[in-house]
């Protein structure tokens, strides 16, 4: 019997270790992504409960969603009442009234350019061969990139994400003992009368505007950079979709393929007029 109490004991410790998580990571250090933050303001409490979106799924990082390599095929879901336990209890009767929002950031490597895409050439294929060499940048959920992203500058989102930006100061706070102290699952009480949300990710600063959504829908969800380190236009890749359900499950779906460059379509566009073919009366149709 002892040792079958001792076995439980073992078992019990290597769970509670298991979903234990390290500190918040803010995406400031070369070669370390960020978290990827989900976070909820209770409008009529003035709650905010977050969640890192690696509980559940181990190793997701900023990196994971980059250039829509995650949640393709069967998708990613989290069950909030159920990962949260006592700290979420109270949100789900305010369902309607939860403003949310899902972001993560990546700070270039701007004095070697390690984690940028330098491309010589001025155009931005390579932000979609080589994703490796353009790793940087925000993630964000997002209602309309053309209204609520800043179109032209890399410093834009620099500085929505270094340690003094927007997406910056909330991981900062959220590692910081008045937040959640590096808990990967945290219920953080307003301040002031003021939710935490509300005070620390209002919006996304120069990024532009709104990136909260209301109650249970879906959201697209945006990679924002720029590889040529210009005040040339921004680059916006649609990763995917978040969704919020009335019962408090989170989902995820990434796309199925990645956005083909213009440049191929002008080509293709060129070729057929070429050839001579025409089409009468076509009708555009959203993707």
Not at 212 to 238: C, H, I, M
């Amino acid at each position: 019997m002892k040792n079958l109490n001792k076995l439980a004991a073992a078992v019990a410790l290597t769970l509670a270790a298991g979903s234990a998580s390290a500190a918040w990571t803010n995406g400031n250090t070369l070669g370390a992504p960020s978290s990827v933050a989900f976070q909820i303001d209770d409008n009529s409490t003035k709650q905010t409960f977050v969640l890192d979106l690696a509980v559940g799924h181990t190793g997701l990082n900023y990196a994971s969603f980059q250039n829509g390599t995650e949640g393709v095929a069967a998708g990613l879901s989290w069950d909030l009442g159920a990962l949260g336990g006592s700290l979420f209890s109270g949100f789900a009767s305010h369902t309607a009234n939860l403003k949310w929002s899902v972001v993560s950031s990546y700070q270039g490597d701007f004095d070697t350019g390690t984690n940028i895409d330098k491309n010589p050439s001025g155009t931005y294929g390579s932000l979609f061969n080589d994703p490796a060499n353009a790793q940087w940048g925000v993630q964000t959920t997002v209602h309309n990139p053309a209204t609520d992203l800043t179109q032209q500058g890399f410093d834009s989102i620099q500085t929505g994400a270094d340690s003094t930006g927007a997406v910056g100061a909330w991981f900062g706070k959220l590692n910081a003992p008045s937040g959640a102290n590096g808990a990967a699952v945290a219920n953080l009480a307003p301040i002031s009368g003021v939710s935490f949300y509300n005070t620390w990710l209002g919006n996304l600063g120069a990024l532009g505007g709104n990136h909260s959504f209301t109650g249970a829908t879906t959201a697209d969800y945006y990679w924002v950079t720029n590889g040529e380190l210009s005040g040339l236009d921004n680059t916006f890749t649609k990763l995917g979709t978040f969704t919020l359900s009335a019962n408090n499950i989170l989902s995820y779906q990434g796309v199925s393929e990645v956005p083909v460059p213009a440049a191929v379509w002008l080509f293709g566009s060129a070729l057929l007029g070429m050839l001579g073919f025409t089409r009468r009366g076509a009708k555009v149709v959203a993707a």
